[in-house]
């Protein structure tokens, strides 16, 4: 299984951008479907976005679309979410997740049909 760090998160005020960032190790990135969910205090783990295996397909949450970018760089086995237009309710706790190699289905929004977890990156919107 691939391992994932999160990284970029932090305090933004609500208009504004910050890019997260998951670095893989291990596994082969190019064939994990590579997706974000984020998590709110006292809520449930929810889907942002997902990519395809060469980064030619994305699949977005309706909360984020036009405003959120998933993108990833396979020589740099990372995976980015660039976020635009920060609002209070993007406030989470944002987890980078792996569908399991090989898997090519995009359209996913279950957390379960994730297999491999980075420790997440905290993001909070103030206004």
């Known amino acids: 299984q691939v391992q994932l760090v999160e990284s970029g998160g932090g305090l933004v005020q609500a208009g504004g951008s910050l890019r997260l960032s998951c670095a893989a190790s291990?596994?082969?990135?190019?064939?994990?479907?590579m997706g974000w969910f984020r998590q709110a205090p006292g809520k449930e783990r929810d889907f942002v976005a997902a990519?395809?295996?060469?980064?030619?397909?994305?699949y977005y949450t309706d909360a984020v679309k036009g405003r959120f970018t998933i993108s990833r760089d396979n020589a740099k086995n990372t995976v980015y979410l660039q976020m635009n237009t920060l609002k209070l309710e993007d406030t989470a706790v944002y987890y980078c997740?792996?569908?399991?190699?090989?898997?090519?289905?995009?359209?996913?929004?279950?957390?379960?049909?994730?297999?491999?977890w980075g420790q997440g990156t905290q993001v909070i919107v103030s206004s």
């Open positions: 990519i395809s295996w060469g980064g030619g397909n994305t």
């Open positions: 997740a792996a569908r399991n190699s090989g898997t090519s289905y995009l359209y996913s929004r279950r957390p379960t049909d994730f297999g491999s």
């Open positions: 291990g596994g082969t990135f190019s064939r994990n479907v």
